[in-house]
Every structure is written in C-alpha cells, then in structure tokens.
C-alpha cells in the first residue's frame, strides 16, 4: 500500500512541475485579395467601340494561358477607342438572352450579341501546341453582319508558351489598330451640307463688293471725260454736260461703294 501510494504521489508531482497544458492559438484565415470592381460598359456619351472576347480556346497549354491572354490584352488595347470586355463578362450579358447559345461565334445569330452587350465586333482566340510548337489564330467578327473583318494566324515550331502568348496578343493589337471607321452593315456618318465657312462667305461678299464699286468708279469716271469732250469739241453742246454729269454719278457711286 505504502509503494502504492508512493507511486500515485510522484505522478502528481510531476504532473503539477509540469503546468496545464496550452493549446496552439489558430490564425484567422486570411480574407482574400478584394479584385478590382469591373469598368462599366459605355454608355451615354461615351462612343467607344465595345470589342467582346466571345471565345478562347487553349490546347496543349494551360488554361490559365486564357486569363493571361486576356489581361494582357486589357492592358495593351487602346482604351481612348476601344473597350473591352472579357469573356467572362461577355457570357454573363449573355445569359439574359433567350434566343443565343454557346455554339454561335459567327453569322447573324452575332446580332444577339450586339443587342445585349452593346459590342460592334467579337473576338475569337484560339491558341495550341505540343511540346515547343505552338500556333494561334485571332479572328474578328462584325456582330452586325457576322462576317470576318480580319483575322491574324502564325505557327512557332521552336517557342514557348510566353512567346506564343505574347506574339498571339500584338497581332490582336494590331488587329484592333486596323478596324475600319465605317464597318459592313453600319450607317455612314452623315455629315453637315456642303457649305461655305462663314469667313469665306464674307470675304466673298467684300470681293465682289469691291470689284462692284471698282466697276461704277472706273466706268463713271470714263463716261464723265467723254461727256466733257463731247462738251468742248461741240461748241458746248448741252449733250455732253449731261453725258459728263451720268459718268460723274457713277463715279461718285463707285467712290462711295469702296468706302463702304
């Protein structure tokens, strides 16, 4: 019994030299980045051409090659023209629509695209490779029309997935850089009647006003001096003193006109 209770009294020392046990403290889970809020579509009088990425097809590559097409190309674009909307924000439009499907990337069908996002043109990106070969095509379609406006492709036999990636997104840049004023199926911008400026119609009008009071001066002062040859070469003939009298009109008519 004495061993016994020995024992039992050497376990709770140690257990008393020892302290209550603490348990590790856990972290709050960190609260993930905040991304950026999404750029409104214009609207208003914002006259931006509104450039939607319909599809991007990634094979042989990862697919995080997509995304990273996409925002480099948001960063390259030139935002003073265009607007892009990426794929993602593209699909969500899209699902108020009743009468558009996945399937439709070109012919009149686009037309619904531009009825629920506002988009003049969709993009359609396609990039794949096996091992260091890689090709991509990047094609522009009008939602009006659903006809190509332009389309860019190449192949790289020796290259990465970057080199890829960067090449595909300055042929879309220059794609974009390209698309014309007026596309097929767009009203022509009708312009103001053809008129004169303002300051041509008044300097118009002060050329012939001058070269009238030019006209009646010259003519006046011709027709005086014949009237008052007439006048002396006649014995005086009253004929001429009223010849010379009319041409002395015009002559004063024509001084005034200048003057004025």
Same mark, same amino acid.
């Given at each position: 019994?004495?061993?016994?209770?020995?024992?039992?009294?050497?376990?709770?020392?140690?257990?008393?030299?020892?302290? /209550?046990?603490?348990?590790?403290?856990? =972290?709050? /889970?960190?609260?993930? @980045?905040?991304? @950026?809020?999404?750029?409104?579509?214009?609207?208003?009088?914002?006259?931006?051409? %509104?450039?939607?990425?319909?599809?991007?097809?990634?094979?042989?590559? /990862?697919?995080?090659?997509?995304?990273?097409? #996409?925002?480099?190309? =948001?960063?390259?674009?030139?935002?003073?023209?265009?607007?892009?909307?990426?794929?993602?924000?593209?699909?969500?439009?899209?699902?108020?629509?009743?009468?558009?499907?996945?399937?439709?990337? %070109?012919?009149?069908?686009?037309?619904?695209?531009?009825? #629920?996002?506002?988009?003049?043109?969709?993009?359609?990106?396609?990039?794949?490779?096996?091992?260091?070969?890689?090709?991509?095509?990047?094609?522009?379609?009008?939602?009006?029309?659903?006809?190509? %406006?332009? #389309? =860019?492709?190449?192949?790289?036999?020796?290259?990465?997935?970057?080199?890829?990636?960067?090449?595909?997104?300055?042929?879309?840049?220059?794609?974009?850089?390209?698309?014309? =004023?007026?596309?097929?199926?767009?009203?022509?911008?009708?312009? @103001? /009647?053809? $008129? #004169? @400026?303002?300051?041509?119609?008044?300097?118009?009008?002060?050329?012939?006003?001058?070269?009238?009071?030019?006209?009646?001066?010259?003519?006046?002062?011709?027709?005086?001096?014949?009237?008052?040859?007439?006048?002396?070469?006649?014995?005086?003939?009253?004929?001429?003193?009223? %010849?010379?009298?009319?041409?002395?009109?015009?002559?004063?008519?024509?001084?005034? $006109?200048?003057?004025?």
């Amino acid at each position: 019994m004495k061993a016994a209770a020995l024992v039992a009294l050497a376990a709770m020392s140690t257990t008393a030299l020892a302290g /209550p046990k603490t348990s590790a403290k856990k =972290e709050p /889970p960190k609260a993930a @980045p905040a991304e @950026p809020p999404s750029k409104p579509f214009p609207s208003g009088t914002d006259h931006r051409r %509104i450039i939607g990425v319909l599809d991007v097809r990634i094979d042989g590559a /990862p697919a995080e090659v997509g995304a990273q097409f #996409q925002r480099d190309l =948001e960063a390259q674009v030139d935002n003073e023209h265009y607007f892009l909307a990426s794929r993602m924000r593209v699909h969500d439009r899209m699902t108020n629509s009743t009468k558009w499907t996945e399937g439709c990337v %070109i012919g009149n069908c686009l037309r619904e695209v531009k009825t #629920q996002t506002g988009a003049d043109i969709v993009l359609l990106a396609a990039l794949n490779g096996s091992g260091t070969s890689f090709g991509w095509v990047i094609t522009l379609v009008g939602t009006n029309t659903g006809v190509v %406006i332009s #389309q =860019e492709s190449a192949r790289c036999d020796v290259c990465t997935v970057s080199e890829a990636l960067n090449a595909a997104t300055a042929a879309t840049i220059k794609l974009l850089a390209n698309i014309p =004023e007026v596309l097929e199926g767009e009203a022509k911008p009708v312009g @103001p /009647p053809p $008129t #004169q @400026p303002l300051e041509e119609k008044i300097a118009s009008m002060h050329h012939s006003h001058n070269v009238l009071g030019a006209t009646l001066a010259i003519s006046g002062a011709a027709i005086a001096i014949a009237g008052a040859a007439f006048y002396f070469s006649q014995n005086h003939d009253k004929t001429g003193l009223a %010849i010379a009298a009319g041409g002395g009109g015009l002559l004063v008519g024509g001084v005034i $006109t200048l003057a004025f």
